[in-house]
T-cell receptor, first 110, second 114 residues
Framework: GQSLEQPSEVTAVEGAIVQINCTYQTSGFYGLSWYQQHDGGAPTFLSYNALDGLEETGRFSSFLSRSDSYGYLLLQELQMKDSASYFCAALTGGGNKLTFGTGTQLKVEL | DSGVTQTPKHLITATGQRVTLRCSPRSGDLSVYWYQQSLDQGLQFLIQYYNGEERAKGNILERFSAQQFPDLHSELNLSSLELGDSALYFC?????????????FGPGTRLTVL
């Protein structure tokens, strides 16, 4: 089966840097996406890695190592509004199917 | 606002009943995806349609079915409802059939089965 594991909860202070890890076991892997979800809201796309390496988008960066079946999301200059759940999601099945991880709840404190 | 609309926002019904959830994708998007989010199962992919045809299937129960119409809106039909079907149902859309397209999620329909 397909599985993606993430830490359930991470706490950090405003202005800090935090890394959320994701390890996956999937077949037919195409790439790894990251989504943010605030309580009661819809998931919002953050980034997608199809190739190994680092992708940077503003304060957010995402990394993928296909050989290690591992990726991470790096959030810099944390703000209170970054408090949310973050999901990694593996794209499989011919590039059509997103399998989501268990989600990491990030709490940003003053 | 992602541009994806879902109706209704909330739905309360009884066990054994049937409901229909509706989704309109972003303008120009040909793919529609349905997801179920519950506390115990997390966010799970159910099914994808691309330009009216089923393209990928996930953990969708036989009691559930979906379709995409010529105007590209989609409906998810849930029948013989059980308490465990209570969840948040999201629809997402993307421009093409996959390949790493960003999926844009709608606000969701919260289904409560009593």
């Amino acid at each position: 089966g397909q599985s993606l594991e993430q830490p359930s909860e991470v706490t950090a202070v405003e202005g800090a840097i935090v890394q959320i890890n994701c390890t996956y076991q999937t077949s037919g892997f195409y790439g790894l996406s990251w989504y943010q979800q605030h309580d009661g809201g819809a998931p919002t796309f953050l980034s997608y890695n199809a190739l190994d390496g680092l992708e940077e988008t503003g304060r957010f960066s995402s990394f993928l190592s296909r050989s290690d079946s591992y990726g991470y999301l790096l959030l810099q200059e944390l703000q209170m509004k970054d408090s949310a759940s973050y999901f990694c999601a593996a794209l499989t099945g011919g590039g059509n199917k997103l399998t989501f991880g268990t989600g990491t709840q990030l709490k940003v404190e003053l | 606002d992602s541009g994806v609309t879902q109706t209704p926002k909330h739905l309360i019904t009884a066990t054994g009943q049937r409901v229909t959830l509706r989704c309109s994708p972003r303008s120009g998007d040909l793919s529609v995806y349905w997801y179920q989010q519950s506390l115990d199962q997390g966010l799970q992919f159910l099914i994808q349609y691309y330009n009216g045809e089923e393209r990928a299937k996930g953990n969708i129960l036989e009691r559930f079915s979906a379709q995409q119409f010529p105007d590209l809106h989609s409906e998810l039909n849930l029948s013989s409802l059980e308490l465990g079907d209570s969840a948040l149902y999201f629809c997402a859309s993307s421009p093409t059939s996959g390949g790493g397209d960003t999926q844009y999620f709608g606000p969701g329909t919260r289904l409560t089965v009593l």
